[in-house]
């Protein structure tokens, strides 16, 4: 895979952090152990004892684990090079997360322009491209010599698989990033940036259907789990695709709208050192939202609570817990000016802090914006963009 962006939810968030790589936060999620597991499984015990038989059961194990953890550093530089371009391009990178099908670059904005998203998008199956190339030019130079065995198999193994990741991520079809390259393209063509992601979306919508179709067909044909695996390929690409073209539509929708014409002015605050049981007995009902932002010194936001985080609290430790111990913390804030526009905050909005993001003015809090106020002014925009619509129609 490649860049997204976080305006909208993904399946693929980190299960552990496991430290920074160009100043960008790189988790992993557990489904890694699942393909990893697969990769290792598949070469020791199958293709490597195939190629080179005659070694002892270790050293086909040993070649495919360390086969198996370069693979995956081959994704992770494939990721980070999708940050550090989108970074130079004054986009935001939330984190890097590794998971089942491959790797995402949370990017925390839009391009600005196509050549922008053509650069972020195209640099990671460069990327993927250069790493197959200097192990398949390794493996050479190592046969040429007459150096064979175990090491050269790795390595050419690791050539190919590389260079099928970027011809594979080059498929015009969201979310790949050749559906990056496709938008890019059909926004210069039509300066339409909504018209570009719709048909990258729906590029990733086919793709996902042939590979389903030929995924199912290969396994009633008795080829075993590789079609099952297609054709799970092919089910993420549709939902994901899907997800992709509502974002664009949403974005769509909000634009030209500021935070200030969808946030809730003046909200009800309280202090950190409330108790959890003084804001349940004598607060909560009175309180119309579902979310509580904490305060100090005058009005500056210092935490957030929401009910869910209340809710797990345990009765007989009301008494003891302060909101602040279980409130979103100061720096895992989403916080907003009120004349930004709501399309640049939406993709912050996956942080800490719910889906909620607090507006401040000079550091003091001014309004809310929730999920549900995010809702309403998407459908009056779609009706907005209807009425336009009807209009040049007529």
């Not at 550093?73 to 970074?87: N, S």
């Not at 030019?137 to 390595?155: E, N």
């Not at 949403?250 to 009800?268: E, F, I, Y």
């Not at 809710?311 to 100061?330: F, K, S």
């Amino acid at each position: 895979m490649g860049p997204v962006n976080t305006g909208m939810p993904t399946p693929m968030r980190a299960s552990f952090r496991i430290g920074r790589v160009a100043g960008v936060p790189v988790g992993v999620n557990w489904s890694v152990l699942v393909i990893f597991g697969l990769i290792v499984w598949g070469l020791s015990a199958s293709q490597f004892p195939r190629a080179y038989p005659g070694r002892p059961v270790w050293a086909y194990v040993l070649a495919g684990l360390i086969a198996g953890v370069v693979f995956f550093l081959g994704l992770l530089a494939h990721e980070v090079a999708h940050a550090v371009v989108a970074k130079r391009n004054g986009i935001g990178v939330g984190g890097i997360t590794l998971w089942l099908f491959g790797g995402v670059s949370e990017l925390q904005g839009e391009a600005r322009d196509p050549g922008a998203e053509l650069r972020i998008a195209g640099v990671g199956p460069l990327v993927s491209l250069i790493i197959g190339v200097v192990f398949g030019g390794i493996a050479a130079l190592l046969s040429v010599s007459g150096v064979h065995g175990l090491a050269v198999g790795a390595l050419a193994w690791l050539a190919g698989i590389n260079v099928l990741l970027a011809i594979f991520n080059v498929l015009p079809a969201a979310p790949l990033d050749g559906g990056r390259l496709l938008r890019a393209a059909v926004w210069k063509a039509t300066g339409d940036r909504t018209k570009a992601s719709v048909v990258a979306a729906r590029a990733g919508w086919v793709l996902g259907a042939a590979l389903i179709a030929l995924g199912l067909w290969q396994f009633l044909r008795g080829a075993g789990p590789g079609g099952l695996w297609l054709a799970l390929i092919g089910w993420f690409l549709i939902g994901a695709a899907g997800m992709e073209e509502r974002q664009a539509r949403m974005g769509s929708a909000l634009r030209g709208v500021r935070v200030a014409d969808v946030m809730t002015p003046q909200p009800q605050t309280a202090t950190g050192d409330m108790t959890v049981r003084d804001f349940v007995d004598h607060h909560l009902f009175a309180y119309r939202h579902s979310a509580l932002p904490l305060t100090e010194d005058g009005g500056r936001p210092i935490g957030l609570v929401t009910l869910d985080r209340v809710r797990h609290i345990p009765a007989d430790r009301r008494d003891q817990t302060r909101l602040e111990e279980v409130a979103c913390r100061a720096e895992d804030l989403v916080l907003a000016s009120p004349d930004e526009q709501l399309t640049e905050l939406l993709p912050r909005l996956s942080r800490c802090a719910d889906g909620r993001a607090l507006v401040v003015t000079d550091q003091r809090l001014v309004g809310i914006v929730s999920p549900s106020d995010i809702s309403r002014a998407v459908q009056r925009g779609s009706l907005r963009d209807q009425t336009t619509a009807r209009g040049a129609r007529h």
